[in-house]
């Protein structure tokens, strides 16, 4: 089956430095999701991504969809206390199987103040 | 504030009880999913409904029964657990009217701890 591939693992930053985080895939998704959870909570919705080639800012948050359909990446650019969390990515695709999500294994981020 | 909401946030049962969990939205999502999440790990897909209907069951045991009894409600009734299955179980929710743009929200989840 499809597997993502989701790196660093875990980031110890300080207050007010930016951040990168990608995933990569063996094969290609037609959309790219990222969510990020807090402690006790669900995931929320922070970008979704719909072409290839695609980049869209969310706040402090920007995110592509790579050209092959294989890559994402998310970047948070000034970060601050409340940007601590685990952020997921996920692939989905369309037709019949386009309910399923393909999670990459989180990014744990700890931001410094 | 998660469109996506489940209760109880929190069940702890002994492995004999019989639970429900429940699940709803009213955004008009036509989809609605179960998922089982174990600490620092993704989501696990566990079902999917598709307009009340059951469409995906991966491969869940029997002691998990899912029920919609409608479009913006979702149960999932729990027998006979196992100290394994304890976890946060996460409901979403998307348009589910095929095609791309239906990116799936979660809500905030049932921790549940069987004893």
């Known amino acids: 089956g499809q597997q993502l591939n989701q790196s660093p693992q875990s980031m110890f930053i300080q207050e007010g430095e930016d951040v990168s985080m990608n995933c990569t895939s063996s094969?290609?998704?037609?959309?790219w999701l990222w969510y990020k959870q807090d402690p006790g909570e669900g995931p929320v919705l922070l970008i979704a991504?719909?072409?290839?080639?695609e980049l869209t800012s969310n706040g402090r948050l920007t995110a592509q969809f790579g050209i092959t359909r294989k890559d994402s990446f998310l970047n948070i650019s000034a970060s601050i206390p409340s940007d601590v969390g685990i952020y997921f990515c996920?692939?989905?695709?369309?037709?019949?199987?386009?309910?399923?999500?393909?999670f990459g294994k989180g990014t744990l981020l700890t931001v410094n103040p | 504030d998660t469109e996506v909401t489940q209760t109880p946030k929190h069940l702890v049962m002994g492995m004999t009880n019989k639970k429900s969990l429940k699940c709803e939205q009213h955004?008009?999502?036509?989809?609605m999913y179960w998922y089982k999440q174990k600490a620092k790990k993704p989501p696990e897909l566990m079902f999917v409904?598709?307009?009340?209907?059951?469409?995906i069951n991966e491969s869940v045991p029997s002691r998990f029964s899912p029920e919609c009894p409608n479009s913006s409600l979702l149960n999932l009734h729990l027998h006979a657990l196992q100290p394994e299955d304890s976890a946060l179980y996460l409901c979403?929710?998307?348009?589910?009217?095929?095609?791309?743009?239906?990116?799936?929200?979660f809500g905030d989840g049932t921790r549940l701890s069987i004893l």
């Open positions: 979403a929710s998307s348009r589910g009217q095929g095609g791309d743009n239906q990116p799936q929200h």
């Open positions: 991504l719909y072409k290839a080639g």
């Open positions: 955004m008009g999502h036509r989809a």
């Open positions: 409904y598709s307009y009340e209907k059951l469409s």
């Open positions: 996920a692939g989905q695709n369309s037709g019949g199987s386009n309910y399923k999500l393909t």
């Open positions: 094969s290609i998704f037609n959309t």
